[in-house]
Nanobody, 115 residues
Framework: QVQLEESGGGLVQPGGSLRLSCAAS????????VGWYRQAPGKERELVAT???????NYRDSVKGRFTFSRDSAKNTVYLQMNSLKPEDTAAYYC?????????WGQGTQVTVSS
């Protein structure tokens, strides 16, 4: 069983930055894609960004130009660099690693953007 552990969340002022990490407990073979999702209180979980096996990334419009998805394959870790944070970015952030046969989710890390 693979476990994902997110970290890096916290309280930040508007305009600030955070870097989220998501580390897998072991190498995951045949990953289709890795995604970052978020869920604000009272709202549905939404997709923030994805990265394919080839490293191609996609972002939801509201975070384009502010968020950057990267990975360190040697460490089985992906990152979400979040700059110019806005109050509407406040949410619990989750990573997801998906293969053809399995679907892994992290426990989430809270990001709060507030002055």
């Amino acid at each position: 069983q693979v476990q994902l552990e997110e970290s890096g969340g916290g309280l930040v002022q508007p305009g600030g930055s955070l870097r989220l990490s998501c580390a897998a407990s072991k190498s995951i073979e045949s990953i289709n894609y890795v995604g970052w999702y978020r869920q604000a209180p009272g709202k549905e979980r939404e997709l923030v960004a994805t990265m394919t096996t080839l490293g191609n990334t996609n972002y939801r419009d509201s975070v384009k130009g502010r968020f950057t998805f990267s990975r360190d394959s040697a460490k089985n870790t992906v990152y979400l660099q979040m700059n110019s944070l806005k109050p509407e970015d406040t949410a619990a952030y989750y990573c997801r690693w998906k293969t053809a046969t399995a679907d892994y989710w992290g426990q989430g890390t809270q990001v709060t953007v507030s002055s």
